[in-house]
Every structure is written in C-alpha cells, then in structure tokens.
C-alpha cells in the first residue's frame, strides 16, 4: 500500500489495519477496519481543500442542528469520517430537515463572507476555488466575491457568451433593488444541492461535502432547489414555519442561483450558461 491508498492513509491516521476498501465515486472510499467497523475515507490533494472541509463539517455541527458525520481523524490530504449507510428519501426526514436547517441559519455567521472557524480562507466548492472574503453588507460579498468570480471563469473559458454576461451584470447592478430587505449572516452549508443531501437509513438526512460560509440563508434554499431535492416542499415548508421568510422570496431564487449555475458554468460548460443566463432573467422579472 502507498500513501495515496485509502487503507493506508486510515491505517496511518487511525492506528488500526484496514483489510479492504472500495470506491464510492469520486474520491470517497468505503474502508473496513480490522473491527469490522466502516468509515468513510476521502482524499483531496488541492492545498487547503481538507482543512476546509474539515472546519465545514465542524463549524455546522456545533450548532447541534443539522447532521453531518463526524471527523475522525485527518491530515493535509486525507479525512476519515463516519460512514452513514444510506436509505430513501421520506417526508418525515424532509419536514425534520427544513426546522434543522432554519436552526442552523439563525446560528449565524460573524460577517457575510466568514469562512468556518479554524478553517482557511481559500476553501473549494466542487472542484473549484471558493474565497471567503468578509464583507459589511451582502450585496457586496454576493456580487464581488460569489457571481463575478465565476462568471470571470466561466467567460474566460469560453462557456459565457457577451450577451448572457451582460443579462447576468443586469442582474448584479440592480441587487439592491432586487435582494429583498436586509438579513443577517447566516451560518451556510454553501454547497447545499440536492446530491449533498444524504438520505440516511436511520430515517435521517444528512448534509455532506459543505462549503461552509457566513452568507445569505436564501442561497441554501434556492442551491436545493437545483436538480430535484426530494421532497423540497415539505422542506421549504417546515422551515418557513420555524424561521419565516421574507415576503417575494421566491422571486429572488434566480438571484440566488447565479452562484452555483455560474460554478457550473465555469467547470462543465454545456448547459449551464444557458440557465445561468435565465436565472438573471427570472431575478430582473421578479424586481
């Protein structure tokens, strides 16, 4: 076995031989311990990416809200969490969900732009950069650190044509007009599409992979609305139930998603330009 091993990276971080492991996707692995215990191992070898990811997951869980497994052990390359066998999604879990995450939002952040706490600033949301840059007021973070970010990227890879960049400047030049009243920072997962949901068989959701950061709690709920949450409804409304929204919520959700489409966009091309384009759209209609 070598370092880049799965079984070897958990034998060296938690001092107990693992017979075998197996690929889950990506760079997650399934590792059995020589108790026949299973934990999760993922590597990353991006600088700071499993710094990261590790305050993620740590800064959401002391807030005794929402469940995301719990660290391990890690170093710079590999982290080892608990493995969650999973399950199907039910409405119980839902419901349970939307009150978890309306507690976690008003655990709050220090600043819009806050990164975790013992995490670095330069973090990653999927397999691209994020920067947590702390800002006074949201609308300046949101424009100047989250949409032309990516959509910089995202142009200059080509994916972006002049026309839906200048419907997506439309969109940030008017954000004041268009965000809604203010909010405090909230505490955000960051990366909360429906794929980072986890369907326990525990009956249980989970949230995994977070980017965590001090944000605006729309932007969590409009991520989940992005490539079919189950049960989305009776999560939107358990939440609104414990901690209401603001009224034209929902006709800020295109403003919201300009972020991830724009991450998509800049990694994968294709389509997401498209919708990137028609969610600035949907936000100017709805001002």
């Known amino acids: 076995m070598t370092r880049s091993d799965p079984r070897s990276a958990v034998t060296r971080l938690m001092g107990m031989p693992a017979p075998s492991a197996h690929p889950l996707g990506g760079s997650a692995y399934e590792v059995r311990l020589e108790n026949d215990d299973r934990v999760l191992a993922k590597n990353d070898s991006r600088p700071g990416a499993i710094a990261a990811e590790v305050a993620s997951l740590n ?4 807030t005794d809200t929402v469940r995301t497994p719990r660290v391990r052990e890690h170093d710079e390359q590999w982290m080892i969490t608990d493995l969650v066998p999973t399950g199907s999604p039910n409405a119980v879990a839902a419901e349970n969900l939307g009150r978890q995450l309306a507690r976690l939002h008003r655990a709050g952040a220090p600043a819009f732009g806050s ?13 691209a950069p994020m920067h947590n840059v702390e800002e006074d007021d949201w609308c300046t973070f949101y424009v100047t650190h989250r949409v032309e970010v990516y959509l910089k990227m995202a142009y200059d ?4 044509n002049s ?6 400047h439309k969109a940030t030049d008017g954000i004041d007009q268009i965000a809604g009243p203010p909010e405090p920072p909230a505490r955000l997962h960051g990366d909360l599409w429906s794929g980072n949901v986890l369907w326990g068989a525990d009956g249980r ?23 079919g949450t189950p049960h989305l409804d009776r999560i939107i409304d358990a939440y609104r139930q414990e901690y209401p929204l603001p009224d034209g919520w929902e006709a800020r959700v295109g403003l919201h998603q300009l972020f991830p489409l724009l991450v998509h966009a800049a990694l ?14 949907s936000a100017l209609r709805g001002a």
């Open 157 to 160: 890879g080509g994916s972006l």
């Open 163 to 168: 026309r839906q960049v200048d419907t997506i």
């Open 115 to 127: 990164p975790p706490a013992g995490g670095p600033v330069t973090g990653t949301i999927g397999l």
């Open 59 to 62: 800064w959401l869980a002391e």
């Open 205 to 227: 959701a989970w949230l995994i992979d977070p980017a965590a950061h001090g944000g605006h709690r729309e932007t969590d709920l409009a991520m989940l609305r992005l490539f």
């Open 268 to 281: 994968f091309g294709g389509g997401y330009a498209a919708q990137a384009e028609a969610a600035a759209s």
